[in-house]
Each structure stands twice: as C-alpha cells, then as structure tokens.
C-alpha cells in the first residue's frame, strides 16, 4: 500500500529543545515536502526535496532545518524550537516536479512548543 | 506569484441538499488547480484536479468541479450532500515551471462543512 508515514503523530515539548520529526515515503518518489498548517492560513510550505541532497525554501523556512540522505525519508528538524513553531505538519510526497503532479500526504504531527 | 481564496472559511449544508464551496484563483499563466479533502485528524486527500484537459472535472465520491477561466474559478460541487462529506476542504494552484514545480503548489485557507441531519 502507498503510504507517508510521519513520526511521532503527536509531541509536547519546550522551547530550545531540539527535535526531529521523520517521513517515509513507499512510492519511490523524488520529490517530497513539508507543510505546516495553521487555523485560517491554510498550508505553507516550509521545505521540499527534488532528490537525494537536493533542497531547497519554501515559504515559511525559517527556525527549520531538512535533510535528504536517502530518496524514502526527509526528515523536519527544529534546531531551537519556539512557540511559534506550534502547529501541524504535514510531510507529502510528490509523483514527479511537473506542475500537475499530485501529492501524497502523511497524517500529520501535532507539535505544542511550550 | 499565484494566489487562491477560498469564500467561506464554514458551510453548512442538510444532508441531501447541493454542496458547493467557492474558489478563486489568481495567476499571470494558465494554471493547475486542486482540490484536496482533509477528514478529522488525517492528511490532505485529493478529491480531483483540472490539467488543461476538460473544463468539468469529475472527483472521488461524487465531487466535480467546473474551470472558469472568465470568472478565475474552480468551484467545488456535490449534488447530494452526505454526512460523510463533513470535512475540511482546499482549494490549491500550481503553475508550470521550467524546474522546481513541485515547491508551487499554493493552498487556499480552507472550508470546513459541515452535514446537518
């Protein structure tokens, strides 16, 4: 079965402690991204992968970090966490670059930054 | 830069009555458009999407949405809503690069319905 996995789904933790959260993708896709999605904002971007150490900013990169060793997994990492940074995120990963491609999203981590 | 609006951040409908939920979009090229469905505590799921093929889309679980380039919209439509429809729903635009399309996708704040018995 085609899935994104994303953990853990959720996590309560305090300012400055770093983290990490983890998602693996099963359809060999290159292509991957991260949301975080806010209450009236909708989604933002926060990072995405085009392959295997390939990334790059998305709207919202700021207090993140990502990486891509391996095409399965592309890990979210919160070096310093704040409160602001609370929120859900969503990992996805994309059939291909092309504009019309569709994406495949995980069932999302709830993160509170105390 | 695209843009989407999304008109109405809450719908109400009866079970059994027309579903539809307002979108917009602003883009200085022919773009794609989405729309993805997201069930309580679960991932975005797409229900459909215009390609530049037909105008008149037709989703999973009876969904379809209609491309009106004059009108800049892509609005979401359900003949007979269930209460299985109960969800939040997002509209989304992409347009064609010449590389990295996959960081263009934008979403439209969202719609939650809701399915009165």
């Known amino acids: 079965e085609a899935q994104v996995t994303q953990n853990p789904r959720y996590l309560i933790t305090v300012t400055g402690k770093k983290l990490t959260v983890t998602c693996s993708q099963n359809m060999n896709h290159e292509y991957m991204s991260w949301y975080r999605q806010d209450p009236g904002l909708g989604l933002r971007q926060i990072y995405y992968s085009m392959n295997v150490e390939v990334t790059d900013k998305g709207d919202v990169p700021e207090g993140y970090k990502v990486s891509r060793k391996e095409k399965r997994n592309f890990p979210l990492i919160l070096e310093s966490p704040s409160p602001n940074q609370t929120s859900l995120y969503f990992c996805a990963s994309i059939t291909s670059g092309r504009a019309r491609s569709e994406q495949f999203f995980g069932p999302g981590t709830r993160l509170t930054v105390l | 830069a695209q843009s989407v609006t999304q008109l109405g951040s809450h719908v109400s409908v009866s079970e059994g009555a027309l579903v539809l939920l307002r979108c917009n979009y602003s883009?200085?090229?022919?773009?794609?458009l989405f729309w993805y469905v997201q069930y309580p505590n679960q991932g975005l799921q797409l229900l459909l999407k215009?390609?530049?093929?037909?105008?008149l889309v037709k989703g999973i679980n009876g969904f379809e949405a209609e491309f009106k380039k004059s009108e800049t919209s892509f609005h979401l439509t359900k003949p007979s809503a269930h209460m299985s429809d109960a969800a939040e729903y997002f509209c989304?635009?992409?347009?064609?690069?010449?590389?990295?399309?996959?960081?263009?996708?934008?979403f439209g704040s969202g719609t939650q319905l809701t399915v009165l018995p």
């Open positions: 883009s200085s090229v022919p773009p794609y």
């Open positions: 215009y390609t530049s093929a037909a105008t």
């Open positions: 989304a635009v992409s347009v064609p690069r010449t590389s990295g399309s996959a960081r263009q996708l934008t």
